[in-house]
């Protein structure tokens, strides 16, 4: 007889909204970037076809952030009934960014309503697109605020826990902690690289259908561009976010690389098994590369998971998160790479169906580098929800009723995933680019 176990049921509900949150707030954050490039390229060119780029794209963000409204109202009902002891402690500590990312929220808002029924309504157009840069600003500090609440869970400052009472609470130490740097960075990064690949397969897939008009392959190379860039500046922050666990949270990183024992020149381990006595077989191992990762010299020192007790080491499995998280980046970097070089060169030609292909997978490739990157930053915090301070199962709710949410958000996401996708694709289908642009007497 399967037991119920509301920590269990809280953690996969928890888990469940975020997975589907991120979708949406990863394209929030990304998004309002390439239509302000769009935007602005359509203005310094004269190009309407960039103009028509950025009108498009708005249109099917908004619809992305109305989703995101509603999984985002979400997070916040489930903190404070499923995790009512956490929100005790965090909600004296670092409750100045989870209101703030609501103010942010009503900034980007606010603007974005203002910047979508002003179109054509200005002489200058340059107006309108400062109209864009609160949007993009609102939504970069949405992401920014919750995530300096993401890094107070993994390096908690700004109070101190005696007995039970908390004391020397600072609102703005626990903002900016260790973890709220490279954490924010590598957000922001993989959103606008994420975002670009998105945008990509969706031009790369409409020319491969034989939609060869002009947009399209304007759209494709501005998203791959920015896609390109971000790729080389998340490999960068990616490294640093490596040097932060190794200082900051050692046995999270030991748990991403199976390194149960504490040595120099430590090798990375991609793949591979773990048998019974957690010997690594069958994986590829990179001399000296942890070592560079964890402290930038071939031959420093990595803590190992021998150093902490069993019953913190995080959940083994991270490795593979980890691996997928950093191949996909890798796929990403070396397919954009590839393209602006085959763009520069000329004579190559850029837009030859493998290529294309493999823009196509790009997007939904990026996402699942999203979605493993954050399972891995949630899963390798345990069996903490405040490291050092709070497990997981003492900031749980001990509720009988958590199965009947689960049920019901499931109902209630499916719900919303259908109508996003009807909704996204009879904006776009039943109003064509083509049509659009004959409309407009663009060419």
């Avoid at 007995?163 to 626990?174: E, K, R």
Wanted: contains cysteine; proline residues 4%.
């Amino acid at each position: 007889m399967f037991e119920y176990d509301p920590v269990l049921y809280s953690r996969i509900l928890t888990g469940l909204t975020l997975a589907f949150h991120t979708i949406f707030s990863t394209l929030g954050v990304g998004v309002p970037l390439l239509i302000a490039l769009a935007e602005w390229i359509g203005i310094r060119r004269n190009d309407e076809h960039y103009h028509l780029l950025a009108r498009r794209w708005a249109r099917g963000y908004i619809i992305t952030v109305a989703v995101g409204v509603v999984t985002g109202t979400a997070i916040a009902l489930q903190l404070s009934l499923l995790w009512p002891n956490f929100m005790q402690v965090a909600g004296q500590t670092i409750s100045l960014p989870l209101f703030l990312e609501t103010f942010a929220f009503f900034f980007e808002a606010i603007f974005l309503g203002i910047y979508l029924y002003t179109w054509d309504r200005f002489k200058n157009k340059m107006i309108h697109l400062l109209l864009l840069i609160p949007v993009a600003l609102g939504a970069t500090m949405s992401g920014f605020f919750i995530t300096t609440v993401n890094g107070f869970m993994n390096a908690p400052l700004g109070f101190n826990l005696e007995n039970g009472v908390l004391t020397g609470i600072n609102p703005i130490m626990a903002m900016f902690n260790p973890a709220t740097p490279t954490k924010m960075a590598h957000v922001l990064s993989s959103a606008y690289l994420t975002s670009a690949c998105v945008l990509a397969a969706i031009a790369a897939f409409m020319i491969l259908r034989g939609r060869n008009h002009v947009y399209h392959k304007k759209a494709l190379h501005l998203s791959m561009v920015v896609a390109f860039v971000c790729a080389i500046s998340t490999a960068l922050i990616g490294d640093l976010s490596g040097k932060y666990l190794a200082k900051y949270q050692p046995e999270k990183l030991a748990a991403a690389e199976w390194h149960f024992e504490t040595v120099e020149e430590a090798s990375l381990i991609l793949g591979g098994i773990l048998d019974e006595n957690n010997e690594v077989k069958y994986a590829l191992e990179i001399p000296y590369a942890l070592s560079i990762l964890a402290h930038g010299t071939p031959g420093s020192e990595v803590i190992g998971l021998e150093e902490f007790p069993e019953e913190q080491w995080p959940p083994l499995v991270v490795h593979y998160l980890f691996d997928l998280m950093v191949a996909i980046g890798m796929f990403l970097a070396f397919i954009s790479f590839i393209y602006v070089f085959m763009k520069w060169r000329k004579k190559s030609n850029e837009l030859n169906k493998p290529l294309l292909w493999l823009i196509v997978s790009s997007g939904p490739l990026a996402m699942l580098a999203i979605e493993a990157g954050w399972f891995f930053t949630e899963e390798g915090r345990q069996p903490w929800i405040l490291r050092g301070y709070m497990t997981t199962a003492e900031g749980a709710t001990t509720s009988g009723y958590v199965d009947v949410m689960l049920y019901l958000f499931i109902v209630l996401y499916v719900i919303l995933a259908v109508s996003a996708v009807t909704v996204l694709r009879r904006t776009f289908k039943e109003n064509p680019v083509e049509r659009e642009l004959e409309k407009r007497g663009i060419e």
